[in-house]
T-cell receptor, first 113, second 109 residues
């Protein structure tokens, strides 16, 4: 069975642009979470979706948005990119809404120039 | 909000050595997970362990929820164990996990 898949693996954007990151969860998993990881730090929670509804939102500005599709895949959108948005963006899936045992994709490395 | 502290921040060991990594948290949790992030950035779930003890091969973990700490034991270390080990906790109905800063482990051949 395929694990969590993310695309693209790397992305270079300039300030002010917008970006869309994509994630496909493990088959059967209905929960998708997004995290941002800056070099040298632990991941920071951005969003969680379960059964296509937003279940949680971290301390990120409104420039960050997400959605979950009927097939449980998800998109993370970031508008008006800032240099500080450069980070590894990680998607995780789990069977339950309460996130017992998160499984992560290999991430999208975003560089904002 | 809840604070998660991991120690030590860095650990350098020879292959074959044993190690103990610690995670302290400042409030009651209903979710605690240990992850290994390899040098290529991939996060691997090691344990879901809000309480009790679990073992998986050379790795084992113990969480003492009443005293607000968890320990990850690695025995007979191999070079492939190198990377960063993270502890992440969840509280009540809050769906997010709060992560520690990690322990960077280097295993020398």
């Amino acid at each position: 069975d395929a694990g969590v898949t993310q695309s693209p693996t790397h992305l270079i954007k300039t300030r002010g642009q917008h970006v869309t990151l994509r994630c496909s969860p493990i088959s059967g998993h209905k929960s998708v979470s997004w995290y941002q990881q800056v070099l040298g730090q632990g991941p920071q929670f951005i969003f969680q979706y379960y059964e296509k509804e937003e279940r949680g939102r971290g301390n990120f500005p409104d420039r960050f948005s997400a959605r979950q599709f009927p097939n449980y895949s998800s998109e993370l959108n970031v508008n008006a990119l800032l240099l500080g948005d450069s980070a590894l963006y990680l998607c995780a899936s789990s069977l339950t809404a309460t996130n017992e045992k998160l499984f992560f994709g290999s991430g999208t490395q975003l560089s904002v120039l | 909000g809840i604070q998660v502290e991991q120690s030590p921040p860095d650990l350098i060991l020879q292959e074959g050595a044993n190690s103990t990594l610690r995670c302290n948290f400042s409030d009651s949790v209903n979710n605690l997970q240990w992850f290994h992030q390899n040098p290529w950035g991939q996060l691997i779930n090691l344990f879901y362990i809000p309480s009790g003890t679990k073992q998986n091969g050379r790795l084992s973990a113990t969480t003492v929820a009443t005293e607000r700490y968890s320990l990850l034991y690695i025995s007979s270390s191999q070079t492939t164990d190198s990377g960063v080990y993270f502890c992440a906790v969840g509280v009540d109905s809050n769906y997010q996990l709060i992560w520690g800063a990690g322990t960077k482990l280097i295993i020398k051949p």
